[in-house]
């Protein structure tokens, strides 16, 4: 996606990212985190301010800084960066809140004919996986890479 975005940092296994975002509340530190699920080739997508005593990924924190297009550009680039390096994973994503759960659909929707175009892209609404829709609510979101 050609939308601003914050430098990415991470290892070379590209499980973990980290950023710093900057705006009306500072400089807040966020992590992107995939972690690996029972589920061969399934990771869940973890994201949030970076919990500075441990370190790990605080995702109940409202941050409000005023940057949340770049924010969700940036967690959107760490889904092409993981990809690229994992291409047979489906990635499982939902907010901690419904308001979050929304915030990311607004986000898909106004992006959905770039996603289209290199990823796969369902939506989880009342327990069943269906292609992704604009206008319609979801609980979750699973995304692959085209190949």
């Known amino acids: 996606m050609m939308l601003p975005r914050y430098e990415l ?7 973990v990212f ?10 807040i ?4 985190q995939y972690s690996e699920t029972n589920l061969k080739d399934f990771y869940n997508l973890g994201f949030g301010d970076k919990d500075l005593q441990t370190g790990k990924v605080d995702d109940t924190v ?12 940036t967690v959107a680039a760490t889904v092409y960066a993981f990809t690229d390096k994992y291409p047979e994973a489906w990635i499982y994503a939902t907010g901690s809140t419904k308001s979050r759960t929304r915030l990311y659909r607004i986000g898909l929707t106004n992006n ?3 996603i289209t175009e290199d990823f796969e892209l ?3 609404r ?5 292609e992704f829709v604009r206008g319609v609510e979801y609980e979750a979101f699973l995304v692959r890479r085209r190949s």
């Open 9 to 15: 940092k991470s290892d070379e296994s590209l499980t």
């Open 112 to 114: 959905l004919g770039e």
């Open 29 to 32: 530190s966020k992590i992107v």
């Open 18 to 27: 980290e950023f710093v975002s900057v705006g009306g509340k500072g400089e």
């Open 62 to 73: 409202i941050s409000d800084n005023g940057d949340s297009q770049k924010v969700l550009a």
């Open 122 to 124: 369902y939506g989880q």
């Open 126 to 130: 009342e327990g069943e996986w269906r």
